[in-house]
């Protein structure tokens, strides 16, 4: 028997009227079962994108659309349904013609306020793993038969060269290892290119002082999580170290000290032709892929933001932007100028203090600062922390709850985050502002997960460099900017002028598809347009509002050319759904796409 609970029979009835209008495609029921103020996330299921449909008109245009094709069925309630401050919540799992699917919803008097359905696999072609899992050998006896190393050592001979991949992913870091490795498991051939000597190189060369600043709850990896002894923090060459082993382990084909020089794509042949270069029997050589699709994985963001100050050229120091920087050692009665206020700048600063070096810190406009502890427990405490593990929620499931909420009501649900930090730290904050530093808690008070999904900067988790702040270790002048460079000096718009024998320039990163006019044209770059951003219309996230993260993990204006970043949250999570968007064109499964934003933003 079902539960009496008025929860689950709201649930219940809810779910059964939403699958019976789907069933009989009336549009106009489905719409019905939505609230006035409601919101349907789609990741793949529907629109073969990841979109969100906001308001009930939106809804029923995408269905009049997309129904007839996706015919879904078998609605079942996953788990149970709870209820808090009047909002009812469920899980649900459904089939389509051609995928298993998962969903949630939240209710408010009966009605649909938020709802995301979640592709979870290709019915006919599952992963390699679980009951699918490869057996490893076979057992039979044959003269001469190959071992796995043997076997391992003839397709590496062949992909790139007989067989040509499917995909190329161009970058070896967190993202294109993560998504390599689903597609490892759908059985599609695909090669990173990466232009780094060694797997993890990407982390080991950055600053030597740097730790990630998320938890290890919030980074593991797709299949392999990291052991219960990982630090909470991973220092940089640990994290380069797991990384390189990661591919390995997952058998991934990896090119690495290969750098791509060009691409261009073949509308006819509906394929890329993608350049590369690498050192192969002690002399530099060419070599051209063919792969139907290209995933640019090239970094969190996109590439270094280098402005141009006058007085540059003629300076007798050092002068580099920080992802070039190699670390504090070395730099020991050095002054140092640091432009920037964000989290690079803080661990450089802090680095160079720490090495003996003279460090003054340029902030030129308002930074979100928040204490790690603070951000660990207020922010991401819930789903991805020790006591989330303890309490039964594992990684998958956390991400799936994140998902959950449409990005237009994170803000609603991340409100008052500000005067939360501001009243848990105030002593902090107020020690914090008395040295000049110019303070913002985001846009609309609604902390650093908004303002990392919008401008992907913009703040610093705390883990010691304020307090050198504060403490005057590290000198600060904000509100000002570098006018201009003398030879042993730097000017600031005030007028004031500073000595210097270094300059970092921790001025942050710009859109992904910098890399694509780099890589491919001007012309491809421009068709796609800015990626990252909501267009949430505040500072560095200009309008119009998308509702989606832009570019990201799904198909552009590009034919075969795809995006694919983020933290090792969204690289794990995010890299499920590009790689089965990317199965299903290889088995030739039809993928109407519904709903590719126009193009506002070309940088």
Known sequence: MGSTQPEARALTEWLAAFETALSNNDVDAVSALFADDCYWRDLVVFTWNIKTLEGRDSIRDMLSAMLGNVRPHDFTIDGEATELEGVVEGWFTFNTGVSHAQGHVRLINGKAWTVLTAITDLIDHPEATGHHRPLGTVHRIEPERPNWLERQKEHQARLGYSEQPYCVIVGGGQAGIALAARLKQLDVPTLIVERNERAGDSWRNRYRSLCLHD?????????????????????????GDWLEMYTKVMELDYWSATECTSAQYDETREEWRVDVEFTGDGERQSHTLRPKHLIMATGALGMPNVPEIPGASDFNGTLHHSSEHPGGKGYAGKRCIVLGANNSAHDIAADLWANGADVTMIQRSSTHVVKSDSFCELSLGALYSQEATENGLDVDQADMLFASTPYAV??????????????????FYERLEQTGFMLDFGGDDTGLLMKALRRGGGYYIDVGASELLIEGKIGLRSRVSIDHIKSDSVVLTDGEELPADVIILATGYGSMNNFAAELISQ?????????????????????PWEGELRNMWKPTQQPGLWFHSGNLHLSRHYSRYLALQLKARMEGIDTPVYGIPEVHHLE
């Not at 938890?215 to 994290?239: A, C, G, S």
């Open 215 to 239: 938890p290890v709850w919030y980074d593991h990896l797709p299949y392999i999580r990291f052991p219960e002894n990982w630090p909470v923090f991973t220092p940089k060459d640990k994290m």
């Open 410 to 427: 994170l803000p609603q649900m991340a409100g008052g985050m500000g005067a939360l930090l501001r009243e848990r730290d105030a002593d």
């Open 523 to 543: 012309e491809v770059a421009d068709r796609v347009g800015k990626c990252w951003g909501l267009g949430s219309d505040t500072p560095k996230d200009p309008g």
